[in-house]
T-cell receptor, first 112, second 114 residues
Framework: GQQLNQSPQSMFIQEGEDVSMNCTSS?????WLWYKQDPGEGPVLLIA?????ELTSNGRLTAQFGITRKDSFLNISASIPSDVGIYFC????????????FGEGTQLTVNP | SAVISQKPSRDICQRGTSLTIQCQVD?????MFWYRQQPGQSLTLIAT?????????ESGFVIDKFPISRPNLTFSTLTVSNMSPEDSSIYLC???????????FGPGTRLTVT
């Protein structure tokens, strides 16, 4: 099946640092979504992107839809301890209708 | 966004038995989906639950193993049949309504099969 390559797999940072993670694919996507999952809970939607080149912010989070429509990144600025969790990218392929393909996730640890 | 609940939140089941998981949304939604998340892994789509017709299953998932119902626009069930320890996972439902691709997830059902 289609794959999303998400990197890095894990990150260990100090509180206050900025974080960047990305997803790439060989396929073209119509939509990119970024989720955060805390232990024992379902993923929570952080940012949704719909157009190539689109740059969207949600508080300290910023995400971009790549120009080629094959990649996306998520930045978190001035990290805080509650940013800890697993971040997933998800994309809606131009050929897959409403179905989402998920990346493998980035485990973020923030040291106070 | 819609408020989504799942029942049960967790269960421990014997192999060979079946478990039905319920997903309830507080508003009518167009699309409902079922995912599996194995320990330490990402999410894998099991099927799209279609209102009034048979679910659409992804490759590797079959109706006999994961029968799905969707009797109306706010409710769906997923049954995990003839369970084995390999079925131990978190099962998540999600909904989409605006036609833009956004999906919102329930809290998940953590299933352990012994």
């Amino acid at each position: 099946g289609q794959q999303l390559n998400q990197s890095p797999q894990s990150m260990f940072i100090q509180e206050g640092e900025d974080v960047s993670m990305n997803c790439t694919s060989s396929s073209i996507f119509n939509t990119w979504l970024w989720y955060k999952q805390d232990p024992g809970e379902g993923p929570v939607l952080l940012i949704a992107l719909y157009k190539a080149g689109e740059l969207t912010s949600n508080g300290r989070l910023t995400a971009q839809f790549g120009i080629t429509r094959k990649d996306s990144f998520l930045n978190i600025s001035a990290s805080i301890p509650s940013d800890v969790g697993i971040y997933f990218c998800a994309g809606q392929l131009e050929t897959s209708g409403s179905r989402l393909t998920f990346g493998e996730g980035t485990q973020l640890t923030v040291n106070p | 966004s819609a408020v989504i609940s799942q029942k049960p939140s967790r269960d421990i089941c014997q192999r060979g038995t079946s478990l039905t998981i319920q997903c309830q949304v507080d508003s009518q939604v167009t699309m409902m989906f079922w995912y599996r998340q194995q320990p330490g892994q990402s999410l894998t789509l099991i099927a799209t639950a279609n209102q009034g017709s048979e679910a659409t299953y992804e490759s590797g998932f079959v109706i006999d193993k994961f029968p799905i119902s969707r009797p109306n626009l706010t409710f769906s069930t997923l049954t995990v049949s003839n369970m084995s320890p390999e079925d131990s996972s978190i099962y998540l439902c999600s909904v989409s309504d605006r036609g833009l691709g956004e999906q919102y997830f329930g809290p998940g059902t953590r299933l352990t099969v012994t």
